[in-house]
């Protein structure tokens, strides 16, 4: 697992108190399609992928196509960097 993924995952489960046990969050469990993030939960996810990647999110960007997995996220945020 990558250390992008493996530190989103922490943060999740750690900081954001996701209904889910280590094992069910998986690299494609859907986080915003599911509504297992809501809309402010998602707000903080971006505000720590910002700090802690040292990237910066576009209005647009806050979406499905970037926030939805873990997958995605990884992808996003090695794309930014």
């Known amino acids: 697992m990558s250390a992008i993924k493996e530190s989103v995952r922490k943060y999740l489960l750690d900081?954001?108190?996701l209904p889910l046990s280590p094992e069910e969050l998986s690299?494609?469990?859907?986080?915003?399609?599911?509504?297992?993030i809501d809309s402010i939960s998602a707000l903080l996810l971006?505000?720590?992928l910002e700090?802690?990647?040292?990237i910066e999110f576009q209005p647009?960007?806050?979406n499905n196509d970037?926030?939805?997995s873990l997958q995605l996220i990884d992808q996003f945020?090695?794309?930014k960097q």
């Open 15 to 17: 900081e954001l108190n």
């Open 27 to 36: 690299d494609d469990t859907p986080l915003l399609s599911s509504r297992l």
């Open 46 to 48: 971006v505000e720590f």
């Open 51 to 54: 700090k802690e990647f040292k």
């Open 60 to 62: 647009h960007e806050v």
């Open 66 to 68: 970037n926030l939805d």
């Open 77 to 79: 945020v090695q794309g």
